[in-house]
């Protein structure tokens, strides 16, 4: 499956939260099988073919919707799956670090969400840049600080960033959902992942990187329910 000119169909509101007004953007159905599971640092993701989809339009919009905080409710997916599921299930919310919402407000700005309205997403020809080796290689030099936060409050994961932070993660999702169903068909039993970095580089952390603490999130393509 392609990325381009995929349409997701999503459920918006607005809410206000200390005087300020955010949009926010959640699937119309929530996924059915994406379990997200919390970690020391690292947090355990299982998706289905739908699921890993919801996830790649979550991301592009959020790098390219500054204004929009984009909310996957997964708490009410799958209970259990595979057999790396364990620790405090999770919601997950990707948004730009220029919107400014702190994450303790999220349960007051969750709280707020009654009436919404449907929007469909049409991702472009070229949803993610092509980017190179040197393009990554950058990514962990000391001077850069296009990297993913990482926060956790009211049952959830935060994922914070610029959209240089979340397009240089991109490439993972989208082998996810274009790959990994043909390479699980052409040899069951295949292990197929995107492994997305959170924080500065442990060994290229500059002063203002220590406090944004390396992490991953393993998003795993389920050999059971793909």
């Not at 409710?73 to 595979?82: D, Y």
């Not at 049409?122 to 962990?140: G, I, K, M, N, Y």
């Not at 000391?142 to 240089?168: K, M, P, Q, V, Y």
């Amino acid at each position: 499956m392609k990325l381009a000119g995929t349409a997701w169909r999503t459920l918006t509101a607005d809410v206000a939260v200390g005087g300020r007004k955010f949009r926010v953007v959640r699937p119309a159905r929530p996924p059915k099988h994406a379990p997200l599971y919390t970690g020391y640092r690292s947090h355990q993701m299982l998706v289905d073919k739908p699921s890993a989809v919801d996830l790649a339009a979550a991301w592009w919009l959020a790098a390219r919707s500054p204004r929009t905080v984009v909310w996957l409710p997964l708490r009410q997916t799958a209970a259990s799956c595979g057999s790396h599921c364990y620790g405090q299930r999770l919601d997950l919310v990707l948004m730009h670090h220029s919107l400014s919402l702190p994450v303790a407000a999220w349960k007051q700005a969750r709280a707020q969400i009654r009436q919404t309205r449907p929007h469909t997403v049409v991702l472009p020809e070229r949803p993610f840049p092509d980017l190179t080796q040197a393009d990554h290689e950058r990514s962990h030099w000391r001077e850069n600080h296009d990297h993913l936060r990482f926060a956790l409050a009211a049952d959830t994961l935060f994922l914070i960033g610029s959209r240089a932070a979340f397009e240089l993660q991109a490439d993972q999702l989208r082998g996810l959902v274009e790959d990994c169903p043909a390479h699980m068909a052409a040899k069951p039993g295949t292990h197929c992942c995107a492994e997305i970095g959170l924080g500065g580089a442990p060994f290229t952390s500059s002063d203002k990187n220590r406090r944004n603490a390396w992490g991953e999130v393993h998003v795993e393509y389920c050999a059971d329910h793909r």
